[in-house]
């Protein structure tokens, strides 16, 4: 499935694309929702929709690391942040489970499949190496705080990952930073 960012179904990406700037000379440009990503593809190797899916709306959802916060990807950390999080979860397959959702954007705690052990989430992993930090924005339940407080706190002294850096620790001031 691909969808562009703007519109809410299939068909409206699609009318959208047809006779737009998003076509040239039989090129067109294809946003990936999922990904963010676009490429440009030959009109012949696109396809007509069939007409059940016509308007059935974006698969794709936001989704972020419950209960964690992440350096921005402009920050010295972010990005190796980043780096970290697709290597870890690049071509596996992956289980999420939905932990709150906020506005629009879903909670969720991310495992290998048949991998139930919190500290061997993805969610733990970026906490022990450093890449994230127990969020102060959300209550914790009780159950995470036993398994990823520990992790934190070794990632702090072992200066790992966002650790190392002294602005940090200066999201309480500027939440919105992280």
Same mark, same amino acid.
């Given at each position: 499935f691909f969808f562009f960012f703007k519109q809410k179904t =299939?068909?409206?990406? !699609? @009318?959208? !694309?047809?006779?737009?700037?998003?076509? %040239?000379?039989? @090129?067109?440009?294809?946003?990936?929702?999922?990904?963010g990503n676009s490429e440009d593809k030959e009109g012949k190797s696109l396809r007509k929709m069939p007409p059940q899916l016509i308007n059935l709306e974006a698969q794709a959802k936001h989704c972020r690391l419950a209960y964690l916060k992440v350096a921005p990807y402009d920050h010295d950390a972010g990005e190796d942040a980043a780096n970290y999080f697709r290597e870890i979860t690049w071509e596996r397959k992956l289980q999420a489970d939905l932990e709150y959702l906020d506005n629009d954007t879903y909670g969720i705690l991310l495992y290998p499949i048949g991998q139930g052990d919190l500290t061997k989430s993805i969610n733990a992993l970026m906490i022990a190496n450093g890449f +994230?930090? %127990?969020?102060?924005?959300?209550?914790? &339940?009780? #159950?995470?705080? =036993? +398994?990823? @407080? &520990? !992790?934190?706190?070794? +990632? #702090?002294?072992?200066g790992l990952g966002i650790w190392k850096y002294e602005d940090v620790l200066e999201e309480e001031e500027n939440p919105d930073d992280y």
């Open positions: =299939a068909y409206e990406m !699609l @009318r959208s !694309l047809v006779g737009s700037e998003m076509c %040239i000379r039989d @090129r067109y440009k294809v946003e990936f929702f999922d990904y +994230a930090r %127990i969020s102060s924005d959300e209550e914790l &339940p009780e #159950k995470y705080e =036993a +398994a990823w @407080r &520990p !992790l934190e706190e070794q +990632a #702090k002294q072992k």
